[in-house]
């Protein structure tokens, strides 16, 4: 759908996301393949360990797990290779096969051809699910055949296509729990978002009374960091971190740390005074988009 402002909205199919995504309906749940929560690391006996672990012998995840799921509530047997192999190959095939029939059920009902949108964290394909990039590498080579009847695109390759869309307005929505905000707004990470868009906001009012003037080289890569601050400090990874507690302290202090590196530059602009051996840090600290123009924060700036 086309948003009244030009955006284009692509829905996420709950279909081919419940077969990829969970444990429970899904692929990655199959009694074959390799268990991610199974580890020497906790399994072993903590003599044959020690000299592998840090000094006050705390047990960690190694990495090394020779068990399969096998199924619940019962003991872990040995996890199988060539087996969970070939189980990965034949649920690419399914899913191809389930994505084809899907095409056929949506094609009667639209008269453009329909489009299957199935993103997935990438965390999820060798991390939780060890045999996923197998399972994704035929998942595509089994597309590409003749007569596969579908094919791999690009939101951007269907808009070059099919541009004639419905303007409509999306729910608000995320794929997290409860298909809303909660985990990113709630009392443990609430307060950082007046912070967020006081930074927004000061930068986008700066970004238009730029407009037109001649800058130094040096006031437009401290611009260019002012906005990277800006960019790592939204991150939806921290107020993530602070809902489920893990290292809240750590993001915490990433969250504060780009804050005050962004109010450092943007003052540091205002005033006239900027510190290039400081400037030069934060750029190799902080040196995420490289090709990033700070006159593209605010679309207004090229109106």
């Not at 955006?7 to 390799?34: C, K, L, M, N, T």
């Not at 001649?214 to 890569?221: A, N």
Request: proline share 5%.
């Amino acid at each position: 759908m086309r948003c009244p402002n030009g955006v284009v909205a692509f829905a996420r199919d709950p279909e081919s996301s419940r077969q990829v995504w969970s444990a429970q309906e899904g692929y990655p749940g199959d009694e074959d393949y390799r268990e991610y929560y199974s580890d020497i690391g906790f399994e072993l006996e903590l003599d044959y360990l020690a000299p592998y672990l840090l000094a006050d012998k705390t047990r960690v995840n190694t990495g090394i797990k020779y068990r399969r799921i096998t199924g619940h509530e019962c003991a872990k047997e040995l996890y199988a290779p060539r087996k969970a192999y070939t189980k990965a190959v034949l649920h690419s095939a399914d899913f191809i096969k389930q994505r084809q029939q899907q095409c056929q059920r949506l094609g009667n009902e639209t008269t453009k051809p329909p489009l299957i949108v199935a993103p997935y964290d990438a965390e999820l394909f060798g991390h939780w699910w060890f045999e996923g990039p197998v399972w994704l590498e035929h998942v595509l080579r089994n597309a590409a055949k003749p007569d596969s009847s579908i094919s791999t695109v690009t939101p951007s390759d269907y808009l070059t296509q099919h541009s004639d869309l419905q303007t409509s307005i999306p729910s608000a929505s995320t794929w997290g729990e409860h298909g809303y905000f909660s985990y990113w707004i709630n009392d443990s990470n609430d307060w950082i978002y007046p912070h967020l868009y006081q930074a927004s906001a000061k930068m986008e009012k700066f970004v238009l009374e730029l407009q037109g003037l001649s800058l130094t080289p040096l006031q437009e890569r401290a611009l260019n960091q002012a906005v990277r601050s800006i960019l790592l400090a939204q991150a939806s990874d921290w107020p993530f971190i602070m809902k489920s507690g893990t290292t809240k302290d750590y993001a915490t202090k990433r969250v504060t740390d780009h804050l005050a590196r962004f109010n450092y530059l943007y003052e540091s602009v205002r005033s006239g005074r900027i510190n290039e051996r400081y400037l030069t840090a934060l750029e190799i600290m902080d040196n995420i988009f490289p090709a990033l123009d700070f006159r593209d924060y605010c679309s207004l700036a090229s109106d």
